[in-house]
């Protein structure tokens, strides 16, 4: 019987493919229209990393949280659960996200009670063939999203299940900063 290697994503992959600057809207748009093209065309193994990738958009979290969720809210029909963070011993409350149907859910529950949840590394791999970006860029996507908007680093840091709130300050300081400085030059440059 023949072995296979383990999938395993590389590091150069991986920090080639980290983007800070992802916008919300944008990622959910192409992510949905993924889903939902992968759904009409029957691929619903494409169309569940879809789903886990909006799911770890809306919510803000890590990938593991994001299959952990997916897989029970599908198989409990549940919009809400309660998780486990990965990191710490905190809980996160995630959501299903709203534009997903009971029907679109009720052909992947099918799907997943057959074959089952993909490995992280293969939602991963998915993630930057199919958008170019790493997952933890989709959870970056969201902090930026919140932090620009001015909700406090303490919201952001119990929102994202993250354990301290010393790299959401960092984060978020360096978010203000590049906007403060934008507003200088767009400013200056309308003054001249």
Wanted: glycine share 4%; with cysteine; aromatic share 8%.
């Amino acid at each position: 019987m023949a072995k296979f290697k383990k999938f395993k994503i590389s590091h150069e992959v991986l920090s080639k493919t980290w983007a800070r600057n992802v916008d919300l809207h944008e990622a959910l748009n192409k992510i949905t229209r993924s889903f939902h093209e992968n759904m009409k065309e029957k691929q619903y193994n494409k169309a569940l990393k879809d789903l886990i990738l909006l799911v770890q958009l809306v919510n803000g979290s890590r990938i593991s949280e994001a299959m952990e969720f997916t897989q029970k809210a599908i198989l409990t029909g549940e919009k809400k659960l309660t998780i486990k963070a990965k990191k710490g011993s905190n809980e996160r409350i995630m959501i299903m996200p709203q534009h997903i149907s009971e029907a679109e859910i009720s052909k992947i529950r099918k799907w997943l009670k057959i074959s089952g949840i993909p490995s992280r590394d293969s939602v991963r791999m998915y993630c930057v063939r199919r958008f170019g970006i790493n997952t933890h860029s989709l959870r970056y996507a969201l902090i930026t999203y919140l932090a620009k908007r001015g909700v406090s680093p303490q919201l952001i840091t119990h929102f994202t299940g993250h354990r301290k709130m010393d790299f959401i300050l960092r984060y978020t300081e360096k978010i203000t900063a590049e906007q403060v400085i934008l507003e200088i030059v767009s400013e200056t440059l309308q003054n001249l």
